[in-house]
C-alpha cells in the first residue's frame, strides 16, 4: 500500500494514497480543528496536562472513538542515547502487533521528504516546537520545548498515534528526527502517550459544517501534502 505524509500543523500524518478525497478532509480538518482549540485554550508548552485535556475533549467532540491509550514515561539515562524515531516505531509497533514493520518503513520514508521541504519544515515547528529565546545565553535556560503528533492510518482505518513531549538543552530542529538524542541534553522526563483512535464517519456529519467553516481561513497555511519516494 503506499501512504502520503500530510503535514497537519504540529501533527505528522501518514495517509494510505488510495483514500477518498472527502474522508481524507474530515480527517485533516478534525486533526487541525482539535490542534487549533486546544491551542486557543492553553499554550500547549506551559501546561501539557491542560492542553492534553483540551485537545482530548475536542478529539470526542469531533467523533474520534479511542480504542487505546497509553501512557509511557521514561527518563533516559544520561550517559545513553535517546532516538525519536526509534521510540515512535517501537510506540506504533506494540499499537498493531499484528503488522509489524508498516509503520516503521512509512515513518523513514515520509521523515526523509519531510527533511528535504522547508516549508513542511516551517509548518510543523511552528506549532510542535518552542524554541529558546534569542536573548539568552548559552549558560542561561536555554531550552527547546517540543509537542507534538505522528499518526498512521492502518488498512482498518485505524489512525495509530503518538503524543510526544520533550524538553531539550539548544535547539535540534529537524535533527531531532535525524539522529539519536544524548541522555545530557533532554531536560527532565519525556512523556509520550500511545492512542488508537476510529473517525465515527456517521457521527462527523453532524459537526462537518462547523469544522470546515472554523479551519477555513487557516487550512492552507497549516496543512502541506508530502509524496512519499
Known sequence: MEYKLKVVAGHLMFLPDDLSVPFESDI????????LYADEQVDRFS????WDQCFSRARSNMRWVTTL???VNVKPDEHASYSV???????????????????????HAGLKNFAGDECAQRVFFESALKRPAAELKPDENNVS???FLFSVLNPLNQLLSVQLYLTL????????????LEGVEIVGTPALTVLCSELNTL????V??????YVKSVVVDKVIDLTMN
Do not use: T, W
Not at 85 to 107: C, D, K, T, Y
Not at 208 to 213: A, D, G, S, T
Open 203 to 206: 457521527g462527523y456529519e453532524s
Open 69 to 71: 491509550s497509553h501512557a
Open 28 to 35: 485533516a480538518c478534525s486533526q487541525l480543528f482539535m490542534q
Open 169 to 180: 538543552r539548544g535547539d535540534p530542529g529537524i535533527q531531532i528526527f535525524e539522529r539519536a
Open 47 to 50: 501546561d501539557v496536562d491542560k
Open 145 to 147: 520545548r517540543f509537542y
Open 208 to 213: 462537518r459544517e462547523k469544522v470546515n467553516r
Open 85 to 107: 524515531v526509534s521510540e515512535i516505531s517501537r510506540s506504533l509497533m506494540h499499537a498493531q502487533p499484528n503488522e509489524p514493520g508498516i509503520a516503521v518503513e512509512i515513518l
